[in-house]
């Protein structure tokens, strides 16, 4: 009898937990509630290619999957596919049986990669008579792929990787070496984008989409015929880039993170990779709690061997710090302590155009700025606007809410929002600006969201005129101070006096812009301004006082003379010091892009 890998038996185990709980109907699961996208967002009951096909993989990996039940799931998924030569989605898949029209595109990677990698993996489990339909389906989705790499948006690696990935692994299981070589074209190009520019607008440090672009990239290595070992390498290398960032950070979220739905601020990650990154001792029952079959099938075949022996657990230095390249010149850091986590980014959003639109965009789901106390919550900065009843937020307050609504504004027009900031370790200072505002809204504030809040607040004003506001949380304290900035009746900098609110267990530090009649505001420059310092650990009274009493800031606001400014537009220089030592310096220019 042939030994099964750790893998293998994971999934089986999965696979039997969960196989029973679903409900079919002609070849789809059935889920009793709506489904993402808009047109099927108000329906009782969905119907999903994606969990389907999920199924079906792990079914036939188990040796658990019925022939003519197979073929059933398999021609519905087919039924699924878009296949009309004069479409601009020819090849393309709807998410839902319920769904008329294309609104989100990315169906085909999830529909179709479990399935591909079983065919590629382990092409023996599949009978032939369903190799058949699956090549059909293959064949087709060619076409889509080819659309989307032919003029990729290289700036978004969570869909073209994947894209590509499946484009060079069907073309070569299909053995079509025209679409292979325009596949090898494609990688040849997002590799030089990558080196030369960074990671787009920022999957690289999302703590969910990380996952799909190491299984993209480890499926577009195996996908690649021996004549593309220097391609595979560079590929391989952006791989482990990724893998080593996740292992940083160990088994808790990331601080910062772009495209993350962490609104509650959970401070752990669940995931299979934790193993493959050697991130946890034992087979962890978080490794069960989160992945559905989706993500089993994808990393039980595409990383069996790395599974079966991971990583001893690593140990890393602490306190730490790692810079790491997003875009261009943006940057995320990250200070790991003893207690907990200080992250940012110096500069959000990391490009142009991607803040956010009326259906979509990363300003609600990133978080550019965020603290954290280990097993405790995250802490994060987040944009807030009243209309009347409706609050809108960035970040946003859950997935359901904002995603098919996700911008700060009702108005379809957008002011010019952005944020830059400066970190060393322990301590940062971040500005915050709006130009250009010309929307309706009642209130707008910038704000410290706490959740999950045990402990106690207090204040204290420090020798050098710092009012600094600390958290003091069970495993240590924060010091958080509010600095100067533009409300919406100012016109240039001046000070702001913040709120603090207590909710039950949420704690918000408010820097209130406007609070008033709502109205549509003309205004040309909203700011604020914040300092963070993680102490590390809990200080007693006189400890913490003289601590803070070492804490010095300069925030001033002048012209350079060198180009005409408007007082709202001038110079702006924020320096943090601990007595003689400079810890961290930002100089914001608005005319900057």
Known sequence: MV???YAVNVLQEHFAKTAGRYDWDSGLIRANGPGHTREVSKLAQTH?????????????????????????????????????????????????????QVSDSNAAFFTLMPIVCVALCRPERIPSEHRREIDDMMRQALNWFAHETEDPSLYYPNKIVSDGALYAAMSQLLGDRGHYGKAVHFFERWCAYTTARGWGWGENISPGYIRIIVTALRLACMALGPEQAGLRARLRAHMETLLAYSAFHGDYEFVPAIRSYNFEGHTRQNSLMLR???????????LFRKEGLWHWVNFTLLFERELETPPQPLTLPVPRQRKERVFDDCYATSWIGHTGRLGSLNRFPVIPGSYQWPTWGLAWQTFPVSFSIDDEQISYLRWLIREGDRVRS???????????SPALFRESYYPDIRLRSAQHGHALVVVR????VHHHFSEAADEWMIQRFAGSVSTYESESGVSWIVLHFGAADVAVAALGGITSDMGRHGAIEPEVEQEGDRVTIRQVLYRGEEKLHHIARLETGWAVVHLDRKLAESELHQRLDRLRIEDRSFRDGEVPRAPHDELREVRLFDGDNRLVELRIDPYDL
């Open 394 to 404: 960035h970040p946003a307050k859950s997935y359901g809410e904002n995603y098919l």
């Open 276 to 286: 493959l990154i050697g991130a946890i001792a034992s087979d962890d029952e978080r």
């Open 48 to 100: 999903a290619g994606r969990t389907s096909a999920a199924y079906y993989a792990a079914a036939v990996l188990c040796g658990q999957m019925d022939e003519a039940f197979g073929s059933e799931i398999l021609r519905a998924l087919r039924a699924l596919q878009i296949v009309d030569e004069s479409s601009p989605y020819n090849g393309a898949f709807f998410w839902y049986r319920e769904e008329t």
């Open 3 to 5: 030994k099964q890998s």
């Open 433 to 436: 600006s709006m130009s250009g």
